[in-house]
């Protein structure tokens, strides 16, 4: 046992934990997916990767995993903490207030996607039953991948997340289906046992989660925090696993009892570090399938496989939202963020051959094409972004020059509307411009005076004629583009007032150092409120703290321009 630890699982830690150091940094610094990163890792130190070079070069073993075996349980508990992560974020007042768009979009999307695939496999000589169990599995979307590239706020991410919670909802009966043997009766006991365990999860973590996590919250330890979270995951996972449900389910209710509770802010931050690493070696294992032989082998027919199923699912997925009257720029970028298949889609696959459902070479075959799309995700991703930018560029152009003299608000989110009224209250013109053409559109709907535009571009200054601007103010939530804009606008605009959003500090800083009139710190003003609000609730009046909050910002703004290596005053660009 100790002999197989040590020389085992502690070097495949090793080697997972190196990976990740390196993987994780570099892809951050390209600014590409590390999903991307994990995958290919996985590939090169799997067995059919450096591994198959052991018996040559016995050195390699150090850097190779050579059993995929031995992490796989911690591959299957990452998905357990993706599920629970699901349920986290839904709740059940939340999965209720969907119910329309994730039962009609989301299982209209399943529904058609699996008929298609499925269809096209039947024709091509495949069995009924593996034609649409590959159909289901293939028609499913990652949600591991896909939300973090897109997030809730916009139509496209809306859209996402209806068709992905439908297909994690139905990735359990599908399992159930898959696992179910023997008679009718058998099969109707385990249903009648699924449902009592599922109403006993329920009531019971209704009852005791809020008083359990209560006095977890008072130890204020964070280890008993994240054992507890960690403990409710894994008993709802054994009580719906022993009912023949499959543990996913268990996970996925333990998310939204949980949600329900007070501490589910806290129990999705404690955590996070621990999916994302568990995430991170199911990746891997996903890479650890990409056999570099077999794609060697049988690169013609595992392309045209991956090409047709990623190109079958955009379209379909780009018909049926502009069936739903979904603008076009949503139904192009989600026909493409939807478009490879799922971590899910291996959960299946994997049911399925010990089920045998499908052959050995089947699950080979499309596990190797749905590592690839995964691979391939991020780029699909930004490939979609692009193309719904240029559907609906030209409706969304204002059709008037810009009036001069007028703000130009760069960012046109939640921070861009609110400095959009304060001009409007006060009787300023202002310009709005966004990269998101959903966001355009809203902010349009409601009003707004906002334009499409792709600010990441070099020729901001001339497109929307900034040197006649009053000002120019900066909201984006993104610090290396915000100092690259005020550095360029400040070279082709040296007297333009110029007032961008930080992140802190020292963001304020290198803000001024590229030349920015003002730089506003989201802490050093959220800290501010807080003071100003505390000190007339507990009596102070008005006048003396308004003063007094003023006065503590020039303290602070000056101190900001200091660690920028300037001067208070005057500041670059004032207007006087």
């Keep these: 046992m100790a002999g197989e630890l040590g020389g085992g699982g502690i070097r495949d830690a090793l080697v997972i934990l190196g ?50 075996t031995r992490i796989e349980p911690f591959a299957e508990f990452g998905i357990l903490l993706l599920l629970f992560a699901i349920g986290l974020e839904l709740s059940f007042r939340r999965l209720w207030g969907m119910r329309s768009a994730v039962f009609g979009l989301g299982g209209l999307q399943m529904l058609a996607t699996a008929t298609l695939v499925g269809g096209v496999l039947l024709l091509a000589e495949a069995s009924p039953i593996s034609a649409a169990v590959l159909g289901l599995a293939l028609a499913m979307s990652s949600t591991a991948l896909v939300m973090p590239l897109v997030g809730t706020g916009t139509a496209t991410g809306r859209a996402a997340l209806a068709m992905l919670l439908f297909q994690d909802l139905a990735l359990v009966p599908i399992l159930f289906l898959l696992d179910a043997k023997g008679s009718a009766g058998e099969v109707a006991q385990v249903v009648l046992g699924g449902a009592a365990a599922v109403a006993g999860l329920l009531v019971v973590g209704r009852l ?49 009892l949980i949600a329900e509770t007070d501490y589910h802010g806290e129990v999705e931050a404690i955590t996070a570090p621990l999916r994302g690493l568990a995430l991170g070696i199911f990746l891997i294992t996903v890479g650890m399938r990409l056999d570099v032989a077999a794609l060697a082998a049988a690169w013609p027919a595992l392309l045209a496989a991956t090409l047709s199923l990623l190109a079958a699912k955009s379209l379909l997925i780009f018909l049926l939202l502009r069936w739903r009257r979904a603008r076009a720029s949503t139904s192009v970028e989600t026909g493409f963020l939807m478009a490879s298949p799922s971590e899910l889609t291996l959960i299946v696959l994997g049911s399925a051959l010990a089920a045998g459902a499908i052959s050995g070479a089947q699950a080979s075959f499309w596990t190797i094409v749905t590592a690839l799309g995964l691979t391939v995700t991020p780029l ?116 333009l007032t110029i007032v961008a959003r930080a992140r802190d500090n020292s963001h304020a800083a290198e ?33 003396p703290v308004i003063a007094s909050i003023h006065e503590k910002r020039s303290e602070l703004r000056a101190a900001i321009m200091r660690e920028g290596d300037l001067a208070a005053e005057p500041a670059l660009g004032r207007r006087r």
């Design 380 to 495: 699909l991703a930004a490939l979609g972004r692009r193309l719904s930018r240029q559907v609906d560029a030209d409706a969304l152009a204002l059709g008037s020059a810009p009036e001069p003299e007028q703000t130009v608000i760069l960012g046109f989110g939640r921070v861009g509307r609110l400095v959009a009224d304060m001009l409007s209250a006060h009787g300023r013109p202002y310009l709005g411009v966004d990269g998101d053409v959903d966001a355009v559109a809203d902010a349009r709907a409601a009003g707004y005076r906002v334009v499409f535009g792709d600010v990441s571009r070099g020729d901001v200054v001339e497109r929307f004629r900034c040197g006649e601007a009053a000002a120019a103010v900066l909201t984006m939530n993104e610090p290396v583009l915000t100092i690259r804009l005020t550095r360029a606008m400040r070279r082709a605009c040296p007297e």
């Design 19 to 68: 990976a990740a150091g390196v993987v994780i940094p570099a892809f951050a610094r390209l600014r590409v997916s590390p999903v991307i990163g994990f995958i290919l890792v996985g590939a090169a130190i799997g067995p059919a990767g450096l591994g198959a070079l052991v018996p040559r070069h016995p050195w390699l073993e150090a850097v190779t995993i050579t059993d995929r």
């Design 511 to 543: 803000l001024y150092r590229a030349g920015a009139t003002d730089a506003v710190p989201e802490t050093l003003e959220g800290s501010l409120q807080m003071s100003e609000a505390v000190l007339v609730d507990i009596g102070v009046a008005m006048g």
């Design 208 to 256: 005791l989660l809020p008083g359990l996590f209560a006095q977890a919250a008072r130890t204020k330890s964070p280890e008993l925090f994240l054992a507890t979270s960690l403990l409710v995951v894994l008993l709802a996972s054994l009580a719906t696993g022993a009912a023949g449900l499959g543990a996913v389910m268990g996970a996925l209710i333990a998310g939204l």
